[in-house]
């Protein structure tokens, strides 16, 4: 590790970070500017240097195999300027951490609350990001027990009635739940939103009249960010619906096949949808535990 005029720098705080922003390790540059990690397992990395005096560093993403002894690229250091220190980070970087405690936002600290963001200006997800939120928020254990309780009423009620009743019948009630749940969380929310650069989340508004926070809830079943930050037609959720309903053909009974089934997945996943913003636009916050900061202005 050098400065720009050659000199090894000792003393720099050095972390090794894993490609999607968590940390695995720290040390401190040897006297000769050296640093070295080992026992390292195999993946992405990155590492990133601060010393006093200099500019933040981050290096680029590298890949580690089994066995492999891999050598960082001369790390040069600039002096940082007097008046001013910024870090920067990679946006996956922060989008990660972002993520991370969204994943602990819950209503009454039981329901999952995962895709509601409290922070206006939060980074946007990389694709694999978009499908690690879909697979933690659909196989939560809450959203488990609900394929199990609405199985049931359907067992109650007769419908789809050609699946039969006993064991049997309520088996094939929970199998079609459980698929149905899961076709439509990853087609809405990591499918279609990686292939059109879509955000799948929605975003508190909190403040205003309560005619433009209910505005705001509505209109967001229908207009989501796209990946850059522009407003677009929520394109990933129509597809999705529909989508979801196309493949609920393949194991719903025969007499209740058809086109019906497909737009009617839609059109009962677009209310949801609807209700579920508004519940998050005059609820959430209030019920929800472990919420960050609201940093709209």
Same mark, same amino acid.
């Given at each position: 590790m050098l400065d720009v005029s050659g000199a090894t720098v000792s003393g720099a705080e050095v972390n090794l970070l894993h490609g999607d922003g968590r940390q695995s390790r720290t040390m401190v540059s040897e006297a000769n500017g050296e640093f070295t990690f080992t026992k390292i397992s195999a993946g992405s990395y990155l590492v990133t240097v601060t010393a006093r005096g200099?500019?933040?560093?981050?290096?680029?993403?590298?890949?580690?195999?089994?066995?492999?002894?891999?050598?960082?690229?001369?790390?040069?250091?600039?002096?940082?300027? +007097?008046?001013?220190?910024?870090?920067?980070?990679?946006?996956?970087?922060?989008?990660?951490?972002?993520?991370?405690?969204?994943?602990?936002?819950?209503? +009454?600290?039981?329901?999952?609350?995962?895709?509601?963001?409290?922070?206006?200006? +939060?980074?946007?997800?990389?694709?694999?990001?978009?499908?690690?939120?879909?697979?933690?928020?659909?196989?939560?254990?809450?959203?488990?027990?609900?394929?199990?309780?609405? +199985?049931?009423?359907?067992?109650?009620?007769?419908?789809?009635?050609?699946?039969?009743?006993?064991?049997?019948?309520?088996s094939k009630r929970l199998a079609a739940r459980f698929a149905d749940g899961r076709s439509s969380d990853f087609l809405t929310h990591a499918v279609f939103p990686a292939l059109l650069h879509q955000d799948p989340r929605y975003y508190y508004q909190g403040s205003g009249s309560i005619k433009s926070r209910f505005v705001h809830a509505v209109t967001s079943a229908f207009v989501t960010r796209s990946d850059s930050g522009h407003a677009v037609p929520n394109t990933s959720y129509f597809l999705g619906d529909l989508s979801a309903g196309a493949l609920a053909n393949l194991y719903y009974p025969k007499a209740d096949r058809g086109s019906r089934l497909v737009f009617t997945n839609a059109a009962v996943g677009l209310a949801g949808r609807i209700g579920t913003n508004l519940i998050r636009e005059f609820l959430s916050k209030s019920l929800s535990t472990n919420l960050p900061g609201d940093r709209k202005h």
């Open positions: 200099f500019a933040p560093f981050t290096s680029s993403e590298f890949a580690v195999a089994v066995m492999q002894a891999y050598e960082v690229p001369e790390v040069s250091l600039t002096v940082a300027t +007097a008046s001013m220190e910024v870090t920067v980070r990679p946006i996956d970087m922060i989008a990660a951490e972002q993520i991370r405690a969204e994943e602990k936002q819950r209503l +009454a600290g039981f329901f999952p609350n995962f895709y509601t963001s409290y922070v206006f200006d +939060a980074a946007p997800l990389s694709a694999k990001q978009k499908f690690s939120l879909a697979t933690r928020g659909t196989f939560d254990p809450v959203a488990m027990l609900g394929v199990s309780l609405a +199985a049931g009423i359907e067992q109650a009620t007769n419908a789809h009635s050609g699946y039969g009743q006993g064991a049997a019948g309520y």
